[in-house]
């Protein structure tokens, strides 16, 4: 869903301060999130070591990108595997329903795929009579309910026993128990059918590795493997800056990416594949494809955000961020939501749809902080913001209002004499402890949320004129 064809940013977060279990379900997830990424990284010793040397990989990988794609995909192609770039979301759409007519294929199944949200994949499969089907156990709740992830590690992070519950009990036509459990198997045995009926698999890719063009992929569930190994056709989709030069460097970023992630040490699963099946395997596909992906990534190349390509979608960021805690995902209206998703979503997609997320931040520098790879996220924010203002981006109201304020506060009178008209223009809605609890116009928005505190009707600076200055004592004694 693309920003303009969804609710407004207001409505949207409005509908999501309003949900109480929202908000619960998302402070508990954090904090669980939060004290499990302690725990695991205590394990791993020095953790500043580590993040300045996932920082450095990182680094010299995005600035050195052409080369290890090159490296990438000339390894790929030695492994038996076939390469395809895809400069946008359009062609990445086109290049698989080709590839689905070319192999008359009924249904695709998935595992986990940051890229093929970002360019609405599933809708234009079911176009053309193509079925998707996710296999990641959340992904799979959220195509049943019809719904975008809601955070990037944990797509149905919004959703509780009970929902899941109703929701697959409509899916199975039958009333199925709030048991997490019986729930999980239910799944299971709808998507063990549709791996052996699928004629195409399609994974995302966690880290690429240039050196032997081998992609890794990360997962808990076991629905990678399924997915790499019983479709005849395995097709790839991965963003370019994926990449990681050898197994070396791997080794950092991949003990980093589960204990930011979720708190584990390791996943259950690490899948490396290596081309598709050679002759004395005993399982894989018959054709590998890997499709990467631009679709505005190099709108970051060469410019203040490169370093935004460096992020290896771990999710630290959206588990302590302040905001994302008070609207969750959906709210952002953007595949990637959180910090990660404010900085990323209006680079790759432009400030006309876009201009308004760097602001979904408190800007308290947390998500900085929790960076596996240094990603200076709350900077960026700030920097983004004075883009979409240099641009124009903001609304003509806005811009006239902190045209003024420039002007007011560069001259001494008009802000004085601006002060006093507001404490008067203010004094009705001033209630007897001082405060303003519902503020006129534009400042409504503001005292939504918080009580204003009134202007006092004598500032310090007139204060100042009385007392101070005659050397008098404020307390008055
Ligand atoms: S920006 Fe950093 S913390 Fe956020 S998802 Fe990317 S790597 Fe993880």
Not at 24 to 40: C, I, P, V, Y
Not at 237 to 250: A, N, T
């Amino acid at each position: 869903m693309s920003a303009n064809t969804q609710p407004s940013l207001n409505d949207r977060v409005d509908k999501a301060i309003n949900d109480p279990f929202l908000k619960q379900s998302l402070s508990n997830a954090q904090e669980r999130f939060r004290t499990g990424k302690d725990n695991a990284a205590d394990a791993l010793g020095n953790l500043e070591e580590w993040r300045t040397r996932a920082e450095a990989i990182r680094t010299h990988t995005i600035s050195n990108l052409d080369y290890y794609l090159d490296q990438f995909s000339t390894n790929v192609e030695k492994n038996g595997g076939k390469v395809l770039f895809a400069n946008d979301d359009a062609e990445v759409v086109k290049m698989i329903l080709d590839l689905c007519r070319e192999k008359e294929a009924k249904s695709v199944i998935k595992s986990k795929s940051m890229v093929s949200e970002e360019v609405h994949l599933n809708a234009r499969l079911e176009e053309i009579g193509v079925e998707p089907i996710e296999s990641d156990l959340g992904e799979y709740i959220i195509q049943l309910a019809k719904e975008m992830p809601s955070h990037i590690i944990v797509p149905a992070i919004h959703k509780n026993r009970k929902q899941v519950a109703e929701l697959f009990s409509e899916h199975a036509g039958r009333q199925l128990p709030e048991d997490t459990k019986e729930l999980t198997k239910y799944a299971r045995e709808v998507l063990r059918d549709k791996f052996m009926q699928a004629d195409i698999g399609l994974t995302g890719c966690n880290f690429a590795i240039a050196e032997t063009g081998s992609i890794v992929l990360v997962s808990n569930e076991g629905n990678a493997r399924l997915t790499t190994t019983v479709p005849k056709t395995h097709i790839v989709l991965m963003g370019m800056e994926r990449i990681v030069p050898g197994w070396k460097e791997l080794d950092v970023v991949l003990s980093l990416l589960p204990r930011s992630a979720t708190g584990q040490k390791i996943t259950s699963y690490v899948t490396a594949i290596n081309g598709p099946r050679k002759l004395d395997d005993r399982d894989g596909p018959e054709e590998l494809i890997v499709i990467i992906v631009d679709n505005g990534r190099s709108n970051a190349l060469g410019t203040e955000y490169q370093q935004i390509l460096n992020c290896i979608r771990c999710g630290a960021c959206l588990n302590v961020c302040p905001v994302y805690r008070h609207i969750g995902g959906h709210a952002y209206g953007s595949v990637y939501p959180g910090p990660i998703g404010a900085v990323l979503t209006p680079i790759l997609e432009g400030f006309e749809s876009w201009g308004k997320m760097p602001y979904l931040s408190s800007l308290c520098g947390a998500c900085t902080d929790a960076c596996p790879v240094k990603i200076p996220l709350h900077e960026y924010l700030v920097e983004l913001r004075q883009d979409v203002v240099n641009q124009k981006h903001t609304p003509a109201l806005e811009r006239l209002i902190f045209k003024g304020f420039g002007v007011a506060m560069s001259k001494p009178w008009m802000y004085k004499s601006g002060l006093k008209m507001a404490k008067y223009a203010l004094k009705p809605f001033q209630d007897k402890d001082g405060y303003i609890r519902k503020a006129p116009s534009i400042l409504g928005n503001w005292t939504k949320a918080r009580d204003l505190p009134a202007p006092p009707m004598e500032s310090f600076r007139e204060w100042w004129q009385k007392e101070g200055r005659q050397g008098g004592n404020p307390n008055g004694n």
